[in-house]
Structures are given as structure tokens and as C-alpha cells.
């Protein structure tokens, strides 16, 4: 396999970037940024917390691992046979970090000088894991202590009890970190095997972001990137329907005020089709329910909500989720006035004034966001793993119509795939 390059282009906008398939069988993305003085890279794989079941080409049947792996996986690649990582990076000056999610694991560096050194840090640690009993089971007292946070945060529960309303059998409604339980079935060997299936070069992208060059990236890409063979990964999840699981949930907690979600259960989609889905649900919820909308101010005026009210799209492989959420003294009252507004909305359609002034805002939100070396590695990164181009997104913003809008709120937003998760102060 030999290395080509294809110069990716935005018709909106002029901005461009190179996207490299290297002869090892990574994906590179590098967007050059004149004029800018910090260079981010992020070297990311297609492996988040709902990858729990999968196979390659020289696997009969499907193997299932701990909820909570992939996590746990991202944090003892910090440390190799020799040293921790941080201390190699301490000497370039480099600000280095790395996330799980429910679908991607990356780690990233940020730098104003000495980013080749860098660089050769991250694709060599990334590529060297080194695993012990001992530092397993050292690993899970110091994880089985931040799940133990997690579920004292009111925020994290009242969420993931939004997604445990929502979804039936769909491993998104675990906790990314897993449970105390299932961490205690994690073992080197297992680690090791996620490894090799998921930290495969053909699963996996390198970004570039800002003061840098080609050239330069590939300098230290052919230099220390390992060679391997496509393994044919297939990821499987369970057959979840539309159905939800309850229509809502109530936890008590130490908050001064009561926390909810509203979320709804919308029919997941691929590629284009969940990039198209996705831009049609963000534009619809801010008119429906965005800051400048008669529903917002009213609840605001009467004061079932304050500025903390706010809605999202949170989807990937296998669930699509609209949710809207912040503080009330009543959540019931605030699910039951979302309820209405959308009822009437698909009877209506939506405001036109208001879908014109979301789209623009919308549309120079994300034109900034092009001059910000951060925001370009991190949406090369999820744009590619989603099927996407980076600028696929304002192609798509620019194409947008209000009926395409009406159209998503008449068949996904159904009430009565609706869930609602409270979490009240303990008495």
C-alpha cells in the first residue's frame, strides 16, 4: 500500500485540509492554519464504552468484554515499562491529555514549540501498551474510586437515569468508567486483546491542527507508525427498539434545586444520514425551545426554568438521543409545556423567522470554529469516524430548509417516546 494525499476543500468557506492515507494503514488528517503559533495533534480509535461485543476475521464468534474496558484501557497506556508518559511530555513543554467516550478513546497534545518531539511521543506511547497483574489490579481501585464519584455527581446521574428511562438493552446507558463490578473482571490478557482489535492502525486517526506541515507530520508518520493488517473489525449491539423503558425516573440528592432531563428516543442512523438528522434536530430544538423562542421566555418568566435550561443532540453507533435539561421547582410542569410545544409545532411548522436567525448564528458558530486549532483537531477527529468530512456540516447548514426541520420533529420526536429524569433535594 502506498501513501496518497487528497486535498479536502470547503465550498463555503475556502479553508482546507490534507487528508493522507499513510502506507501503515492509518488515516491522517492535517489542516495547516497560517499564522497561528500552537499546533494540536490527536491520535484517536474508533473504541468507546459501548463497544462491548465484537469480532475480527480470524474470530468465529463475537467476544464480549467488561462494561467499563475501553476506559480502563485509556488510562494504562499512560504508563509504559520505562516511565509515565506526562514525564516524557514535561520535557517538551507539551499539554497532553486524553478522553474516552461512548464511541472513541484519543489522546492529544497541545504545543507552541518542539511539536515534532511531541508528536513522536504520542505515536509511540499509543503504540507500546504495556500491562501487569499487578498494575491492573492497582488500576481498579483507582478507577472503582472515580465510578464512586461519578455517582455522587447529580449531573452524571441524572443523565445516565435519562438514558436508562430511554434505552432497553443498548450499552450507551452504562456509565463510560463501567461498574465496580464489572471493572473486577478486567485482566491484562483482556486488555491486551482489546488492544490489538481496536488499537489497529486501519481503526484508528491522527489529526493535525495549526502551526504545521505535511510534510512534517509524515516525516515522523513513516518513521514510527507500524505496519498491520486490516482486520476486519465488525462491532455488534443489541437489538433495541423504539420502545423506551419508562417514562421517568426520580433519584433525591443533595442539590439546593431539582435537576431533569426530557429526553426523547429518535431511530439511529449512519453517515450522511445521521449528519443530516443531526443538523435538522439542532435547528429545530433552538427554535423550538433556544433562548429566542416564545417557549423559553415564558418558562422563564414564570419561573419553571433559568439560564441553565438548554437542549442537545447526543447520538452515535446505534442510538440518537434529543434532550433537553437544566434546574426547575416543578420538571413535570416544564416536560408537560415542551410536550405541548412540540405537539403544536408539528401541527404548525415551525417559526421561519426564528429557523432563518438559528441557521445563520448556527452557520457563524461554526465558520469560528474553523480558526480555532482545538475545535479543527477535535472535528476532523468525529467527523471522519462518524463517515463525515469536516466540512461537511456547513454544506449541509446551507442546504437546510425549514420543512426538512418539520419533517424530523413530525417523525422522531414522538411523546410518547419520551422519558423524564428528576433528580430532587433529599429531604
Known amino acids: 500500500m502506498e501513501t496518497t494525499k487528497t486535498i479536502v476543500r470547503s465550498p463555503q468557506t475556502g479553508d482546507q485540509y490534507v487528508h493522507i492515507h499513510h502506507k501503515s494503514g492509518l488515516e491522517i488528517l492535517v489542516c495547516e492554519m497560517e499564522g497561528f503559533s500552537t499546533t494540536e495533534a490527536m491520535f484517536g480509535t474508533k473504541y468507546g464504552s459501548i463497544n462491548t461485543q465484537f469480532k475480527t476475521a480470524a474470530d468465529h464468534d463475537y467476544c464480549t468484554v467488561p462494561e467499563g474496558i475501553a476506559h480502563f484501557l485509556e488510562h494504562k497506556l499512560f504508563e509504559n515499562e520505562d516511565c509515565d508518559v506526562f514525564d516524557l511530555y514535561a520535557k517538551t513543554g507539551a499539554n497532553a491529555n486524553a478522553f474516552t467516550s461512548f464511541d472513541k478513546t484519543c489522546y492529544y497534545f497541545d504545543c507552541s514549540d518542539n511539536f515534532k518531539a511531541s508528536l513522536e511521543i504520542l505515536l509511540s506511547f ?33 443523565f445516565f437515569n435519562m438514558l436508562g428511562g430511554l434505552y432497553q438493552k443498548h450499552p450507551v446507558r452504562i456509565d463510560i ?3 465496580i463490578e464489572s471493572i473486577a473482571q478486567i485482566t491484562d490478557d483482556l486488555l491486551y486483546r482489546c488492544y490489538r482489535t481496536f488499537y489497529n492502525l486501519h481503526n484508528m486517526v491522527l489529526a493535525v491542527a495549526g502551526n504545521c506541515k505535511v510534510d512534517e507530520v509524515l516525516e515522523v508518520a513513516d518513521r514510527l507508525l507500524k505496519p498491520c493488517e486490516d482486520q ?10 423504539l420502545d423506551i423503558v419508562r417514562s421517568e425516573t426520580v433519584e433525591t440528592a443533595a442539590v439546593g ?9 429518535c431511530a439511529p442512523r449512519t453517515g450522511a444520514e445521521n449528519l443530516q438528522a443531526q443538523i435538522e434536530a439542532h435547528i429545530a430544538m433552538r427554535v423550538l425551545a433556544g433562548t429566542s423562542s416564545p417557549l423559553y421566555q415564558e418558562l422563564l418568566q414564570e419561573g419553571l426554568i433559568n439560564p441553565t435550561f438548554s437542549s442537545e443532540i447526543f447520538n452515535g453507533d446505534g442510538f440518537f438521543t434529543v434532550i433537553f435539561g437544566g434546574e426547575s421547582r416543578d420538571p413535570r410542569a416544564v416536560r408537560d409545556r415542551i410536550a405541548a410545544a412540540l405537539t403544536n409545532a408539528q401541527e404548525t411548522g415551525l417559526d421561519e423567522a426564528l429557523f432563518n436567525e438559528f441557521k445563520k448564528s ?11 486549532v482545538s475545535s479543527v483537531t477535535n472535528s476532523m477527529i468525529a467527523s471522519h469516524m462518524a463517515g463525515c468530512g469536516l466540512y461537511d456540516t456547513l454544506r449541509v447548514l446551507s442546504d437546510l430548509k425549514p420543512e426538512d426541520c418539520n419533517r424530523f420533529l413530525q417523525k422522531e420526536m414522538d411523546i410518547q417516546r419520551m422519558t423524564l429524569s428528576i433528580i430532587e433535594p433529599a429531604k
Not at 234 to 240: G, L, R, Y
Open 177 to 179: 468508567a463501567g461498574t
Open 257 to 265: 434545586q431539582p435537576l431533569f432531563h426530557v429526553g426523547f428516543k
Open 232 to 241: 476486519k473489525l465488525e462491532t455488534v449491539f443489541p437489538v433495541e427498539s
Open 362 to 372: 448556527t452557520y457563524g458558530a461554526l465558520v469560528q470554529e474553523l480558526n480555532n
Open 126 to 158: 499509543v503504540q507500546s501498551p504495556y500491562f501487569t497483574p499487578e498494575s491492573v489490579a492497582k488500576e481498579q481501585g483507582i478507577i472503582g474510586q472515580e465510578i464512586r464519584m461519578c455517582d455522587d455527581d447529580p449531573g452524571w446521574r441524572v
